[in-house]
């Protein structure tokens, strides 16, 4: 985990954690239920909106790692694909050597 993502992380939930703190608050104020009841709801559009937002952002760093990912696994399939064709060629190279030498081997001791 980046330190990118444990900062988001952080983030979400210091503000997640200070609405709930300030929703607590407001129950035990001693206001009129109807005030109260009012706040409520309005910190609760507020805690949606923030909550949307991050949950934006944290979409959007998956979608990034993901890509990466990808990426990375492509890069990897290349190289371990190009690994595969230079070993088959050089099987194919000493498998020609080897008969070349028993056919040598095999004439001189006619």
Partial sequence: ???????????????IGGLIGAAIGLLLAPQAGEDTREKLRERGIELRGRADEIADRARGSAEELVARG???V????????????Q????????TAELQARFQESKTKAS
Avoid at 1 to 15: E, H, I, P, T, Y
Avoid at 74 to 85: M, V
Avoid at 87 to 94: F, I, L, P, Q
Wanted: charge should be neutral.
């Fill in 70 to 72: 990808r990426d990375v």
């Fill in 74 to 85: 492509d890069e990897r399939a290349a190289a371990l694909r190009e690994a595969y064709e």
């Fill in 87 to 94: 070993g088959k060629a050089a099987a194919t190279r000493a």
């Fill in 1 to 15: 985990m980046s330190n990118q993502d444990r900062g988001s992380s952080f983030l979400a939930g210091l503000v």
